[in-house]
């Protein structure tokens, strides 16, 4: 075996000693944990070859040492600091790392959350206080205050409803009092269903802060989730602007279409002719499946009250304008947890909403937790004042001069954050992506402290994650691998004509060919590609190179000597002259392989030195190695710990 198929053997699992971690040898002045060669075995060993545990156990270790030192002395010879060696690991860190960027245990997490709350729907009502005042300038304060004076109101047990009507900036609490209808997952951002979820029947909900303004809700009424209604629609859609006058004479047309229907005309062809919901009326009316919470309570509220399908709502009027909707069917909500369909249905939703955001969260914990987050400039007045001047170029106030670019904000870990950082954040991104201006300065301090906190997770992403540790440990170990072979064995023994000759003539007996045959094989990418270029090969060898090269793109032809053991689909038979194997089919992955004999030799021949060299090459690795082992077992004393081997045999 040479040195390469012994890596990939091994497959390193990583060189990163765990602190309390066993130590199963030691090799010169370094140790190698027994945690890191179990992984390495259990991951790598799937064949004992009917040895048992502690045989398997001993033999791999014997290979998984070797391999440890030619490791460790690659980078003792300082490899890992060339740079094709850093280059690769870089880039592979590169095209790895945002894989790792979330909490592990989210979608199994956020899954079971979801599914929890689609099981029941929740009657909510919303009140929203703007940070925008009515003559529509940015004011924080005046909506905090206003916020208090509600909270204060509802603590006395002021009606809900009459608050929304006071207080609620939404365009829609005229018309409905703060009622927002039922709700479910995936209904509202992550945010408001957290807060709502959490507020029991009857009561208000803590306030929810967004970018836009403050938020608070009430838990009005709780159901179980009637699942998905399948429905058919047709809208009689009110015109921007529409007057007194117009409304009515759209309100006649909904009340004779629905006499119409009563009277037995197809709801189709009226909804297909007559329905401003274009997408629906080309398809006779019929809508997507329906859940909680699509549409605005008063079209839900109607759609909800037909009770038998095929039944027919009566005109009914919304913003939008008048509505007649069919019920086609219900789908019961899915209340089984182990149902993939819909388990794989949540889990779509969850990486399309918000909620995935929430994976952030965990990062923010981790480097809070491990790292530590410590804020350093607690002076706000003079970091306004600051940021005024350098961002917006005002006047430098007197609370500012006592800062610099230099002036330290927070540290994370070791890492410190200054005022130049912070201005070249805050230069790009303290605006709004919609183009409506600047965001709150406490909203890019908190956005940037955050992208501090990823980006530093990012960077120092093997101090939080182990697998993402041991991927990186195993990739830059196996490259170093590589690189040593490649200067100890590999190139030596493909180099060293001399040598090889040598080595050649004193093994010469062993360089035979057993019996044999000149051979054309045919790989094929298809079995299908397979067979149609055996049947053309078979009705005319002599163009088998011809055949070949129409199908080049999947079929590689290669002519040379074979032993008989090599010939594929030979089985027993005896080979001759103008044999042709059939089709050996591969069925992990349909390629199909099959082969054309020119000549066939039954006896034993002496191979010459360019037929053996590949084999005299092998051997001549195999000499190297041993012989560097050697060198490298006298630097590097091997003392195994046979009591902690004995343990982990068991």
């Given at each position: 075996?040479?040195?390469?198929?012994?890596?990939?053997?091994?497959?390193?699992?990583?060189?990163?000693?765990?602190?309390?971690?066993?130590?199963?040898?030691?090799?010169?002045?370094?140790?190698?944990?027994?945690?890191?060669?179990?992984?390495?075995?259990?991951?790598?060993?799937?064949?004992?070859?009917?040895?048992?545990?502690?045989?398997?156990?001993?033999?791999?270790?014997?290979?998984?040492i070797k391999s440890k030192l030619k490791v460790r002395e690659a980078y003792d010879r300082k490899y890992d600091t060339l740079q094709s060696i850093k280059s690769e690991v870089e880039n592979l860190r590169a095209q790895i790392a945002e894989g790792f960027m979330t909490d592990p245990e989210i979608i199994?997490?956020?899954?079971?959350?979801?599914?929890?709350?689609?099981?029941?729907?929740?009657?909510?009502?919303?009140?929203?206080?703007?940070?925008?005042n009515k003559e529509?300038?940015?004011?924080?304060?005046?909506?905090?205050?206003?916020?208090?004076?509600?909270?204060?109101?509802?603590?006395?047990?002021?009606?809900?409803?009459?608050?929304?009507?006071?207080?609620s900036d939404d365009p829609?609490?005229?018309?409905?009092?703060?009622?927002?209808?039922?709700?479910?997952?995936?209904?509202?951002?992550?945010?408001?269903e957290n807060a709502i979820y959490a507020t029991p029947v009857g009561k208000v909900s803590q306030v929810v802060r967004s970018r836009s303004g403050y938020h608070i809700f009430k838990n009005m009424e709780e159901r179980r989730s009637p699942g998905k209604i399948k429905?058919?629609?047709?809208?009689?859609a009110f015109p921007p602007g529409a007057d007194e006058a117009t409304k009515n004479q759209i309100a006649r047309l909904a009340d004779s279409l629905y006499k119409r229907l009563l009277a037995g005309d197809e709801f189709g062809p009226l909804a297909h002719t007559f329905s401003n919901d274009y997408i629906s009326a080309a398809n006779s009316g019929i809508m997507?499946?329906?859940?909680?919470?699509?549409?605005?309570?008063?079209?839900?509220?109607?759609?909800?009250?037909?009770?038998?399908?095929?039944?027919?709502?009566?005109?009914?009027?919304?913003?939008?304008?008048?509505?007649?909707?069919?019920?086609?069917?219900?789908?019961?909500?899915?209340?089984?947890?182990?149902?993939?369909?819909?388990?794989?249905?949540?889990?779509?939703?969850?990486?399309?909403?918000?909620?995935?955001?929430?994976?952030?969260?965990?990062?923010?914990?981790?480097?809070?937790e491990k790292a530590g987050v410590q804020v350093l400039l607690t002076n706000e007045e003079a970091f306004r004042a600051y940021s005024d001047s350098v961002l917006n170029r005002m006047p430098m106030r007197e609370a500012g001069k006592t800062l610099s670019t230099a002036?330290?904000?927070?540290?994370?870990?070791?890492?410190?954050?200054?005022?130049?950082?912070?201005?070249?954040?805050?230069?790009?991104?303290?605006?709004?992506?919609?183009?409506?201006?600047?965001?709150?300065?406490?909203?890019?301090?908190?956005?940037?402290?955050?992208?501090?906190?990823?980006?530093y997770y990012k960077k120092n992403l093997e101090a939080f994650n182990e697998e993402f540790r041991n991927q990186m440990a195993e990739f830059r170990d196996g490259n170093l691998f590589f690189e040593i072979m490649q200067q100890e064995v590999w190139t030596k023994a493909q180099t060293d004509t001399t040598a090889l000759l040598a080595l050649y003539e004193k093994n010469k007996k062993n360089y035979t060919w057993q019996q044999s045959a000149d051979v054309?094989?045919?790989?094929?990418?298809?079995?299908?590609?397979?067979?149609?270029?055996?049947?053309?090969?078979?009705?005319?060898?002599?163009?088998?190179?011809?055949?070949?090269?129409?199908?080049?793109?999947?079929?590689?032809?290669?002519?040379?000597?074979?032993?008989?053991?090599?010939?594929?689909?030979?089985?027993?038979?005896?080979?001759?002259?103008?044999?042709?194997?059939?089709?050996?089919?591969?069925?992990?992955?349909?390629?199909?392989?099959?082969?054309?004999?020119?000549?066939?030799?039954?006896?034993?021949?002496?191979?010459?030195?360019?037929?053996?060299?590949?084999?005299?090459?092998n051997d001549y690795q195999a000499v190297l190695e041993k012989q560097w082992e050697e060198v490298l077992s006298r630097k590097y004393p091997v003392v195994v710990d046979q009591k902690v081997l004995a343990e982990i045999s068991r």
């Open positions: 075996m040479n040195g390469k198929n012994l890596y990939l053997l091994l497959l390193f699992c990583g060189s990163v000693l765990f602190s309390g971690a066993q130590t199963l040898f030691t090799y010169g002045s370094y140790q190698a944990s027994a945690k890191d060669f179990l992984r390495a075995y259990n991951k790598n060993n799937t064949s004992t070859n009917g040895l048992t545990k502690a045989q398997s156990m001993k033999a791999y270790l014997d290979l998984y199994s997490r956020l899954s079971k959350e979801a599914f929890q709350r689609s099981q029941k729907n929740i009657r909510v009502a919303h009140i929203y206080i703007s940070f925008t529509g300038r940015l004011d924080t304060a005046g909506a905090t205050q206003r916020k208090d004076e509600l909270l204060d109101r509802l603590k006395k047990g002021a009606d809900f409803r009459q608050l929304a009507l006071a207080f829609a609490v005229k018309a409905n009092g703060g009622e927002t209808g039922f709700i479910t997952a995936f209904t509202l951002p992550y945010e408001f429905a058919q629609q047709i809208l009689l997507a499946d329906i859940s909680v919470g699509q549409y605005a309570p008063e079209f839900e509220k109607n759609l909800w009250s037909l009770t038998k399908d095929g039944q027919l709502s009566k005109p009914f009027q919304t913003t939008h304008g008048w509505h007649i909707v069919k019920r086609i069917s219900v789908k019961p909500q899915v209340t089984d947890a182990a149902n993939k369909d819909y388990q794989q249905e949540i889990q779509q939703k969850i990486m399309a909403d918000s909620r995935w955001k929430a994976s952030k969260d965990y990062i923010y914990k981790q480097v809070r002036s330290v904000v927070f540290t994370i870990g070791k890492d410190k954050y200054d005022l130049s950082a912070w201005q070249a954040y805050a230069s790009v991104y303290r605006f709004r992506q919609d183009g409506t201006g600047a965001k709150p300065h406490e909203q890019v301090r908190e956005e940037w402290l955050q992208y501090a906190m990823f980006e054309v094989i045919f790989f094929c990418a298809e079995q299908a590609i397979a067979q149609t270029v055996y049947e053309k090969v078979k009705a005319s060898p002599a163009e088998w190179r011809k055949v070949a090269d129409m199908y080049s793109e999947k079929v590689l032809a290669d002519s040379s000597r074979y032993e008989w053991a090599q010939i594929p689909n030979l089985n027993k038979m005896i080979p001759r002259a103008g044999m042709l194997t059939t089709p050996l089919v591969n069925q992990t992955d349909n390629t199909a392989s099959f082969a054309y004999i020119f000549n066939a030799y039954p006896q034993l021949l002496q191979r010459s030195y360019s037929e053996a060299k590949g084999l005299v090459i």
